[in-house]
């Protein structure tokens, strides 16, 4: 007599991957439609970097850095956010879902809120923005003066995806934090896409007291401006000095623990809308 057999249970890693599949194909099923949409996100790249670009076209410095160099920290700094914002942008729809009630639908299922949050809108059209932030670096490194090392060629590789990962974890944090606030969209919009400009930007353009928030409190300036300055060779301003670029992945790691503990009490806070 046959034993029974017993369907195996697909792991959390395969619901996922099925599900960004689904999603990846279903955008790309519409050729044109895509296109227009990728576009539109690389073109918001471009209208960001259009402002350094003007700024610098009518002054040869700005914060002690020139044109090209400051294009070194807008790249840098915008392909982190850009990974993040493919990766954890939709962590923007919390207020919503909190509004409509429907939270709820996520919370009865086996997987975590975050991987279904994250998964379930997927847009490949953001990767628009950081092929600007791409093609901006290979335009820009044989015009910087970089003395090539080991190391500067491991802080290259790296930074885009530690500044992926202190940008995602602001967007955890926003998201934990909505769950305690009352339509926060706004205030916490600020908090995520004002570290991003500020990341964007040359560290030493901010007034010392900003300069603090968004290297110790919002690691902004660490994901594009430190680094630079390491890559440059340039010693950085009061209260922001270069090193501070090599610790950029243990701060990315505290970062994370504190947006782990952000989500974690938001979600458990969350007692539904009756829905």
Not at 202 to 227: C, I, M
């Amino acid at each position: 007599m046959a034993e029974p057999t017993t369907a195996r249970r697909p792991s959390v890693l395969h619901t996922y991957r099925v599900v960004l599949g689904s999603r990846v194909r279903a955008q790309l099923s519409y050729r044109v439609s895509f296109a227009l949409t990728f576009l539109s996100a690389a073109g918001i790249g471009v209208i960001e970097f259009s402002e350094i670009y003007v700024l610098l076209s009518a002054v040869p410095v700005f914060g002690g850095l020139d044109l090209a160099q400051a294009a070194l920290v807008f790249a840098l700094a915008n392909l982190g956010f850009a990974l993040a914002d493919l990766v954890f942008g939709q962590l923007d729809s919390i207020p919503t879902l909190l509004r409509l009630g429907q939270l709820e639908a996520l919370l009865v299922r086996p997987v975590s809120v975050m991987g279904q949050l994250v998964t379930s809108d997927f847009q490949l059209r953001r990767l628009g923005r950081a092929l600007v932030s791409v093609v901006l670096l290979a335009v820009v490194l044989p015009l910087v003066d970089v003395d090539w090392t080991p190391a500067r060629v491991y802080l290259l590789l790296v930074t885009p995806l530690v500044g992926c990962a202190i940008y995602g974890a602001m967007f955890a944090v926003a998201g934990g934090v909505q769950f305690w606030l009352v339509d926060g969209a706004e205030f916490t919009s600020s908090f995520v896409y004002g570290g991003g400009y500020a990341g964007q930007v040359p560290g030493s353009v901010l007034p010392p007291v900003l300069r603090s928030v968004f290297t110790f409190v919002v690691p902004a300036t660490l994901t594009g401006y430190a680094p630079a300055l390491l890559l440059l060779g340039l010693p950085g301003p009061a209260l922001l000095p270069a090193w501070l670029g090599w610790w950029a992945p243990l701060v990315a790691a505290w970062t994370w623990l504190l947006a782990a503990l952000a989500w974690r009490s938001g979600v458990r806070h969350f007692t539904g809308a009756g829905g």
